[in-house]
């Protein structure tokens, strides 16, 4: 498990990228982003050769880090590696979550998506996970075939877990409360971001969200 400085930083928005064919246009998004607050970052690259995808996670490690920014990878514990980010998510088939945690070292953040499954997370909670993510939350234009995880499923976590909740899939400003008032500890945003006409402007506002539901 990564240690508590770390995981005391995994709260608030949780930027995750789009793809996007032109690295630099991704790399203004995210520094809008992290301007707007964004202190989590999350490089999920499906599609660029190797080459593209080291050097958008390098360029997104610098801006991290000029922000004070956690920067996680999806499903590379390689390139997280290469690039020193701060730790890697992985989904049902990105493999062994146990063996990820031994690769990583205790310094290293691991999340663990978990769709709607408690028992997927109460797994992956055992085999090291700092973070278990369950979605989606709401029907999800990424990923419109996902199972719906209802907010009685963030509730039920928050009691039977002791790592942090992230919900992500169909988050907006405008229903992000809900989950809030059930505990939810980060909101994986793509859509409702990256879209946003102002990024920086739409980071913010879910970033007064949290400080609201703290208040």
Known sequence: MANPEQLARLRGLYAVTPERADGGALLADVEAA????????????????????????????????????????????????????????????????????????????????????LARAQAAEQAGADYVAFGAAFPSPTKPEAANATVD?????????????????GI?????????????????????LFSAPDIAARAAAYQRLFEEAQS
């Open 34 to 117: 992290l301007a707007g607050g964004c202190r989590v970052v999350q490089l999920r690259d499906k599609l660029s050769p190797m080459a593209e995808r080291l050097a958008r996670a390098r360029a997104l490690r610098a801006a991290t880090l000029r922000h004070g920014a956690l920067l996680l990878i999806n499903d590379d514990l390689a390139l997280c590696r290469l690039v020193d980010a701060d730790g890697v998510h992985l989904g049902r088939d990105d493999g062994d979550l146990a063996q990820a945690r031994r690769l990583l070292g205790p310094e290293k953040i691991l999340g663990a998506s978990c769709y709607a499954d």
């Open 153 to 169: 499923l963030f509730f039920r976590a928050k009691t039977a877990l002791t790592v942090k909740v992230c919900a992500i899939g």
């Open 172 to 192: 907006t400003a405008a229903n992000a409360p809900t989950l809030l008032a059930a505990g939810v500890d980060l909101l994986a945003v793509i859509t409702d």
